[in-house]
């Protein structure tokens, strides 16, 4: 099993729709959870964080479940400018050390 | 914020050459800086951990002798492709870890490499 495992993409949706994205860790440790968006051949971009309590940004919303080991981010009213590669990302601090492990991207376009 | 500065943003060499890339912490002191390959249409992968004044710390399966890593300062970290091949063609991105739980990833812009 992978350590960190997304939705297989991609996926299309039109405009205004609502569209979520899973994302399941294996390392029930893992400490830090973090939705970042990737635009082709540039760096990722922190969406947002992710904490226990559930999170909202404006059309975003992140939740985690420790007790199923899974993130979620929903995006509500799709807008063009939303098409992209979502990456999840887990952080595990371990005896000084940090493993930062990313999961292998959803692409989402956004159709007119 | 804390920024990472990567250079260059696009080589274009001939197969057999060297190629070194630059990752620069701007505002803040970074002890360690990932290093990831990115293929077309893949994820991120970890090459391999740079710390400095030790050596790097490859992932398996990522050849040190052909991805050099030195992370000679606080505030510089380089990879260099030695004697670059076609198939070493793709986007390297360097990365900061957070300065604290819960703080994000600090990444460099990435540099595109093309070998002919």
């Not at chain 1, 997304?6 to 390392?27: H, I, K, L, M, R």
């Not at chain 1, 939740?63 to 990456?87: E, F, P």
């Not at chain 2, 400095?52 to 052909?66: L, N, W």
């Not at chain 2, 986007?91 to 900061?96: D, H, M, N, V």
Request: charged share 20%; aromatic share 10%; glycine share 6%.
């Amino acid at each position: 099993r992978k350590e960190v495992e997304q939705d297989p993409g991609p996926f299309n949706v039109p405009e205004g729709a609502t569209v979520a994205f899973n994302c399941t860790y294996s390392n029930s440790a893992s400490q830090s959870f973090f939705w970042y968006r990737q635009d082709c051949r540039k760096e990722p971009k922190l969406l947002m964080s992710v904490y226990s309590s559930g999170n909202e940004d404006g059309r975003f919303t992140a939740q985690l479940n420790r007790a199923s080991q899974y993130i979620s981010l929903l995006i509500r009213d799709s807008k063009l400018s939303d098409s992209a590669t979502y990456l999840c990302v887990v952080i595990l601090n371990s005896g000084g050390y940090q493993k930062v492990t990313f999961g292998t991207g959803t692409k989402l376009q956004v159709i007119p | 914020g804390a920024v990472v500065s990567q250079h260059p943003s696009r080589v274009i060499c001939k197969s057999g050459t060297s190629v070194k890339i630059e990752c620069r912490s701007l505002d803040f002191q970074a002890t360690t800086m990932f290093w990831y390959r990115q293929f077309p249409k893949q994820s991120l992968m970890l090459m391999a951990t740079s710390n400095e004044g030790s050596k790097a710390t490859y992932e398996q399966g990522v050849e040190k002798d052909k991805f050099l890593i030195n992370h000679a300062s606080l505030t510089l970290s380089t990879l260099t492709v030695t004697s670059a091949h076609p198939e070493d063609s793709s986007f390297y991105i360097c990365s900061a870890p957070p300065q604290a739980t819960n703080e994000k990833l600090f990444f460099g812009s990435g540099t595109q490499l093309s070998v002919l």
